[in-house]
């Protein structure tokens, strides 16, 4: 397998031994930074004719038996790990874990399997109980899913809050599991906020399309294409995705369909979108199967989507994982809606003098909230093309063009925030 960069640093590095990043390796490492970022273009081509290849290079790629020692086994390109074996006590151990996972997800796959991740499944059949009842509760409205045909699929955003307001004994042994304390900081360090919805694909359910997730799978192709190069690769590394098995999950139930190597391509949150790119996932995915307690942890930019259930009779039901980093937050907290209620008229003002606009946009980009995450998935749900919702900056737009008082101003964008609530 080819080490890619930054492959081959462990998953922490040790400030205090300096063998373990030499000053050579560290300059390699910071000339090829450069060259990888500095020197290249800001933007991103949205349709670059050597992307394609790249990528089925890039898929070419075989993980070796022995290029993660501590996997139990490789399947279809995948490492597999076995949690009952390793004692969670075994520092070392641990460790050793925490660097083959970060090295997977970072430089090789990008996908890993850890079996036995919660491996007491009265916790899990307790918890099916739980998310019928909230299925049940839920059924009367229509629900968005974000990738897949309304429909097709049973989907409970925020399952994580709903699981502890519904049963907090349960939520408190479903969430006292070391290995994903283990595996997140693998991926994000100590500090992260865990969000989880549970999928279930109905027997004849369809895949979804293939796509990458959060954040910038979120947005729309045109406005992916805003992002600078570097923050197409800093998407990834916000956020690591995961999926527990609360069924069992043979492969024609539909377990999640994964590109293996794919979040190496750069451009990819631009690629995935066009269809030569799905076409190319069509051909070539893999999944493994799972059984109730396994999960699988995945690169965020890795190309993936849910599996078709051909199955008469199992209901595929994943709970997903989305483990967000505790970086990407301002340090101060700023309160919009009292900066915008005190200066709407200001901002009116500016903008009836202000031709061209750009003074305008500026000033309106400075004090409201151009993000429209985190949300509230139930009241403001994303398309099948799994887009975002209106943020903020999108409401001050409103209010100056049909000038809207201080009063309405602040009655929109309260209701957004009420509406983004839990
Ligand atoms: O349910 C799955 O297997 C994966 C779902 C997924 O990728 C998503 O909803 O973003
Ligand atoms: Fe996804």
Not at 147 to 161: H, I, T
Not at 380 to 409: F, Y
Request: proline share 6%; with cysteine; hydrophobic share 40%.
């Amino acid at each position: 397998m080819q080490i890619h960069a930054g492959g081959n640093v462990g998953a922490a590095l040790h400030v205090t031994n300096p063998s373990s990043l030499s000053m050579a390796g560290l300059q390699r490492t910071i000339s090829r930074g450069i060259s990888a970022l500095g020197r290249a273009a800001r933007p991103l081509a949205v349709s670059n004719p050597g992307s394609l290849d790249a990528l089925k290079t890039l898929c070419e790629t075989k993980v070796g038996s022995s290029d993660y020692r501590r996997a139990k086994t490789v399947e279809r390109n995948i490492p597999i790990y076995d949690l009952a074996s390793t004692s969670i006590e075994d520092l070392d151990a641990v460790v050793g874990l925490q660097d083959e996972w970060y090295h997977a997800l970072n430089a090789g796959p990008g996908v890993v399997v850890l079996k036995n991740f919660l491996s007491d499944h009265s916790v899990i059949k307790q918890a099916n109980g739980v998310f019928d009842n909230i299925i049940k509760r839920e059924a009367a409205s229509t629900k968005g899913d974000h990738f897949a045909a309304a429909g097709s699929n049973s989907r409970v955003w925020n399952s994580f809050q709903k699981h502890a307001e519904q049963d907090p004994a349960n939520f408190v042994h479903y969430y006292a599991n070391p290995w994903l304390d283990r595996v997140s900081e693998a991926w994000l360090g100590p500090f992260y906020q865990i969000t989880a919805q549970l999928n279930v694909v109905r027997p004849g359910g369809k895949p979804q399309s293939a796509h990458r997730d959060y954040h910038l799978g979120f947005q729309s192709a045109d406005a992916c294409a805003l992002f600078p190069r570097s923050m197409q690769i800093a998407s990834q590394y916000l956020t690591l995705q995961g999926g527990i098995a609360h069924s069992a999950v043979p492969l024609d139930s539909g377990p999640t369909r994964l590109l293996p190597f794919s979040q190496l391509l750069p451009e990819g949150y631009l690629a995935w979108r066009l269809p030569e790119f799905t076409n190319f996932f069509n051909e070539r995915w893999v999944s493994l199967p799972m059984e109730i307690g396994d999960a699988v942890f995945f690169n965020p930019a890795l190309f993936h989507a849910a599996g078709q259930n051909d199955t008469k009779t199992i209901e595929r039901s994943v709970n997903l994982l989305q483990i967000s980093s505790a970086f990407g937050r301002p340090m101060e907290s700023v309160n919009n809606l009292k900066i915008i209620r005190k200066s709407w008229e200001q901002l009116k003002k500016l903008a009836r003098d202000d031709k061209e606009g750009h003074r305008t946009a500026a000033c309106v980009n400075a004090m409201a909230e151009g993000y429209p995450f985190p949300s509230n998935l139930d009241r403001r749900p994303p398309g099948p093309d799994g887009m975002a919702p209106i943020s903020e900056v999108d409401v001050l737009w409103e209010g100056l063009r049909d000038n809207w008082s201080t009063d309405h101003i602040s009655e929109k964008l309260q209701q957004l925030i009420d509406d983004s609530d839990s």
